[in-house]
């Protein structure tokens, strides 16, 4: 275009120039819009709040805001009785210090003093004064694998094996018809060292013929291994019955005052047994040059920490058993032992101790059975004198009749005031150990 001024429009004078403009900013886009206005319902009636009904079961107590926001709490020293649950639900609770309080729960009270804080809020959340889930899950297996162990010495239930069930034949001798029973007493020491023990009487075992007696130990140590995991759920122990005066004592002592004389040992105290099996396997460990040890060497640390042990003792205040380490060599069992002298003791649980009497009464019966159905020389056995023992001149007399059921004898524990504390077996005992069983009552 022409430089010059600008000609104006057809429509007039700008808008600018002639109508009040209105100001740009919109000082309502900063409030908050409201929702549009609904239409009034004519005639309708005004609407009720619904009642808020609660969730069903029981209401979960919550862990408070702020509490949840913890992750280090420290109330030690102080004068508190019981912990919260709440105190579970905090997810950013680490490290908590709560020694030096006079807990009513006595094993919180210990695992505050030496489990780490995971462990305790586990306890927490799982009610207190029970199992935790860890301990539960363990208990779970064991009961597995016990099952599993009972259901394989049962056999699958075939045909053949239940012909053959009338023979594992076992015969239980009440307290009450027993003229003169043998008794367990039980201090009051052992709660805090390995509380649960089961005892019984087995006659009619026959380990003369063969390798009847390399058998027997040879079950033993197996049922260590796999029901009993190692002895750290239960230890098995078998006397020769001819051999102990009762009643008996089931006590804890010191390890400086503990004296016993170990099976192929001489009489030692139990400190120094402990530091030569020690030094065992340290020097077996130099020689094979591996990690793992044997023998009684694996069970060592089962003691750790303990400032008494525990031990039975014959009336004549002699140890003949130092769970979970060794027998003594008093009531050793050898060829010519016919009435044994049955022990099982746990830290775990007393039905443990019941499970594994159980299979082990099973297993000598089967033991016993094969013996007879074999008909073993006792000239084809190369166990030596020492383990046999002196040797009966009279054979007669030990001859067992083929056709008689094993006896097992009823044994009270009782408390120091004579209270019962265990009777084994009871009604309930060796009833579902195995079908291949037949229980004489």
Same mark, same amino acid.
């Given at each position: 275009?022409?430089?010059?001024?600008?000609?104006?429009?057809?429509?007039?004078?700008?808008?600018? +120039?002639?109508?009040?403009?209105?100001?740009?900013?919109?000082?309502?886009?900063?409030?908050?819009?409201?929702?549009?206005?609904?239409?009034?319902?004519?005639?309708?009636?005004?609407?009720?709040?619904?009642?808020?009904?609660?969730?069903?079961?029981?209401?979960?107590?919550?862990?408070?805001?702020?509490?949840?926001?913890?992750?280090?709490?420290?109330?030690? /020293?102080?004068? *508190?009785?019981?912990?919260?649950?709440?105190?579970?639900?905090?997810?950013? *609770?680490?490290?908590? /210090?709560?020694?030096?309080?006079?807990?009513?729960?006595?094993?919180?009270?210990?695992?505050?003093?030496?489990?780490?804080?995971?462990?305790?809020?586990?306890?927490?959340?799982? $009610?207190?004064?029970?199992?935790?889930?860890?301990?539960?899950?363990?208990?779970?297996?064991?009961?597995?694998?016990?099952?599993?162990?009972?259901?394989?010495?049962?056999?699958?239930?075939?045909? #053949?094996?239940?012909?053959?069930?009338?023979?594992?034949?076992?015969?239980?001798?009440?307290?009450?018809?027993?003229?003169?029973?043998?008794?367990?007493?039980?201090?009051?020491?052992?709660?805090?060292?390995?509380?649960?023990?089961?005892?019984?009487?087995?006659?009619?075992? /026959?380990?003369?013929?063969?390798?009847?007696?390399?058998?027997?130990?040879?079950?033993?140590?197996?049922?260590?291994?796999?029901?009993?995991?190692?002895?750290?759920?239960?230890? =098995?122990?078998?006397?020769?019955?001819?051999?102990?005066?009762?009643?008996?004592?089931?006590?804890?002592?010191?390890? #400086?005052?503990?004296?016993?004389?170990?099976?192929?040992?001489?009489?030692?105290?139990?400190?120094?047994?402990?530091?030569?099996?020690?030094?065992?396997?340290?020097?077996?460990?130099?020689?094979?040059?591996?990690?793992?040890?044997?023998?009684?060497?694996?069970?060592?640390?089962?003691?750790?920490?303990?400032?008494?042990?525990?031990?039975?003792?014959?009336?004549? $205040?002699?140890?003949? +058993?130092?769970?979970?380490?060794?027998?003594?060599?008093?009531?050793?069992?050898?060829?010519?032992?016919?009435?044994?002298?049955?022990?099982?003791?746990?830290?775990?649980? @007393?039905? =443990?101790?019941?499970?594994?009497?159980?299979?082990?009464?099973?297993?000598?019966?089967?033991? &016993?059975?094969?013996? @007879?159905?074999?008909?073993?020389?006792?000239?084809?056995? &190369?166990?030596?004198?020492?383990?046999?023992?002196?040797? /009966?001149?009279?054979?007669?007399?030990?001859?067992?009749?083929?056709?008689?059921?094993?006896?097992?004898?009823?044994?009270?524990?009782?408390?120091?005031?004579?209270?019962?504390?265990?009777?084994?077996?009871?009604?309930?005992?060796?009833?579902?150990?195995?079908?291949?069983?037949?229980?004489?009552?």
């Amino acid at each position: 275009p022409p430089p010059g001024p600008r000609p104006p429009s057809p429509a007039g004078p700008s808008r600018s +120039s002639a109508v009040w403009r209105r100001p740009t900013t919109r000082w309502r886009s900063w409030a908050p819009t409201s929702p549009p206005c609904r239409p009034s319902r004519l005639g309708a009636e005004p609407r009720s709040r619904r009642p808020r009904t609660p969730e069903p079961g029981p209401r979960r107590h919550r862990c408070p805001r702020r509490l949840c926001l913890f992750q280090s709490l420290d109330v030690a /020293n102080n004068q *508190l009785r019981e912990l919260p649950a709440a105190l579970a639900d905090c997810p950013r *609770l680490k490290e908590a /210090n709560f020694r030096g309080n006079q807990l009513k729960d006595k094993r919180l009270e210990k695992m505050v003093n030496g489990c780490q804080t995971k462990a305790i809020l586990e306890y927490l959340r799982a $009610g207190g004064r029970g199992k935790g889930k860890a301990e539960s899950a363990r208990e779970e297996a064991r009961k597995k694998k016990r099952e599993k162990q009972q259901k394989k010495d049962g056999g699958d239930g075939e045909q #053949d094996e239940l012909e053959e069930a009338s023979k594992l034949l076992v015969k239980v001798l009440h307290v009450s018809e027993n003229p003169a029973p043998l008794v367990v007493k039980a201090s009051l020491g052992v709660k805090d060292v390995r509380p649960f023990i089961v005892c019984c009487v087995l006659k009619g075992v /026959n380990l003369k013929p063969g390798n009847a007696l390399k058998r027997f130990l040879s079950a033993q140590t197996k049922l260590h291994e796999d029901i009993c995991e190692k002895r750290t759920a239960a230890t =098995i122990a078998t006397h020769d019955l001819r051999l102990i005066k009762g009643p008996l004592i089931y006590d804890v002592q010191p390890p #400086d005052e503990l004296k016993i004389t170990p099976l192929g040992r001489k009489e030692i105290k139990a400190k120094d047994l402990l530091c030569q099996l020690q030094l065992e396997a340290e020097e077996q460990r130099k020689q094979k040059k591996r990690q793992n040890v044997s023998g009684l060497h694996k069970y060592l640390q089962l003691l750790d920490g303990k400032d008494n042990y525990p031990c039975l003792v014959d009336a004549e $205040g002699v140890v003949i +058993s130092f769970p979970p380490i060794t027998n003594s060599e008093k009531t050793k069992i050898r060829k010519d032992t016919h009435d044994l002298f049955l022990e099982v003791t746990s830290d775990t649980s @007393l039905q =443990i101790c019941k499970d594994v009497m159980d299979t082990l009464i099973l297993k000598i019966a089967e033991l &016993n059975r094969f013996t @007879l159905e074999n008909k073993e020389d006792t000239s084809s056995d &190369n166990e030596s004198d020492a383990l046999c023992g002196p040797v /009966n001149l009279n054979p007669s007399q030990n001859v067992q009749p083929t056709n008689l059921p094993l006896v097992v004898e009823q044994v009270r524990v009782v408390d120091t005031d004579g209270n019962l504390k265990v009777l084994y077996p009871s009604k309930t005992d060796l009833t579902t150990v195995s079908p291949l069983l037949t229980v004489m009552r």
